[in-house]
């Protein structure tokens, strides 16, 4: 998207200006097969690529954040997942979509790293690199792990509940756990919505 006019690396906090929808992959994206491994198998959800599209023509950024631990759980390869991520990009790329970015956390979470979701590190390389702004900012995600993320940083949150895994991440969320500002029944609704937010 910004090809012609690159944003510098690293710009100070207050020339961040760039407004972002921040994405999960597996149960957001596309359905949330235990452990994708095989680019083949990937699919997106109805909407997905219309609804990127739609931000994407607002003036969002949209940037995937992924917890992946099946890299050092050994299920699957860093190579794995860059192929994942290249036919996602190509799929949407047809579609006249993108995404910006893909970042992901690879570690397990025994490691405790600080890039696995809820932790937010990701997010906060993501908006240094691409000189993201939090404030017009969102989530969209299909997890609590993802409201946790988001609420965390004071982005809007949206949720859309797992297709593959009916009802998951609502039976996540519990009396400690932050609510979403929007929960909506599929990624475009919920593209839909943050660009309605007051
Ligand atoms: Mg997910
Ligand atoms: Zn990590």
Request: glycine share 8%.
């Amino acid at each position: 998207m910004d090809e012609e006019h690159p944003i510098p690396e690293g710009p100070s906090e207050h020339s961040r200006t760039r407004r972002a929808v921040f994405v999960d992959r597996d149960g957001t994206l596309n359905p949330d097969f235990h452990y994708l491994k095989d680019a083949e198998r990937l699919e997106l959800f109805r909407g997905v690529i219309e609804g990127i599209r739609l931000l994407r023509d607002h003036g969002y950024a949209v940037v995937c954040v992924t917890n992946q631990s099946g890299i050092e759980r050994g299920f699957y390869t860093e190579e794995n997942v860059a192929r994942i991520h290249a036919r996602l990009s190509a799929i949407l790329a047809r579609g006249g979509a993108a995404i910006d970015r893909f970042y992901f956390c690879p570690h397990a979470p025994e490691r405790g790293c600080d890039c696995r979701k809820p932790r937010t590190r990701l997010f906060r390389d993501a908006a240094r690199e691409l000189g993201i702004d939090w404030a017009p900012s969102a989530i969209i995600g299909d997890r609590v792990l993802d409201i946790e993320a988001g609420e965390s940083l004071g982005l809007l949150t949206a949720l859309v509940p797992d297709r593959t895994n009916r009802g998951l991440a609502l039976q996540e969320f519990g009396p400690k756990s932050p609510a979403p500002d929007l929960v909506a029944p599929s990624f475009y609704a919920a593209a839909l919505a943050i660009l309605h937010r007051g």
